[in-house]
């Protein structure tokens, strides 16, 4: 997402779920994801744009 300008909920839940090895993203996988990214969006770790999810100030490295 830092390189590039945000990702969708569906391309991070995708993607995370590559990174720890899973091949695909269950109903209950993605829920959880999707949980996980509400509470980094909380956290304003991740912010939305223009319906894009973003680095928020709070990132590490932001």
Request: aromatic letters at 4%; proline letters at 3%; glycine letters at 10%.
């Amino acid at each position: 997402m830092r390189i590039n300008y945000g990702a969708t909920d569906d391309q991070v839940m995708q993607s995370a779920a590559r990174a720890v090895g899973f091949k695909s993203t269950s109903s209950q996988l993605r829920e959880l994801l999707a949980d996980v990214i509400a509470a980094a969006i909380k956290r304003g770790r991740l912010t939305r744009q223009s319906g894009m999810l973003v680095l928020g100030p709070e990132a590490p490295g932001a």
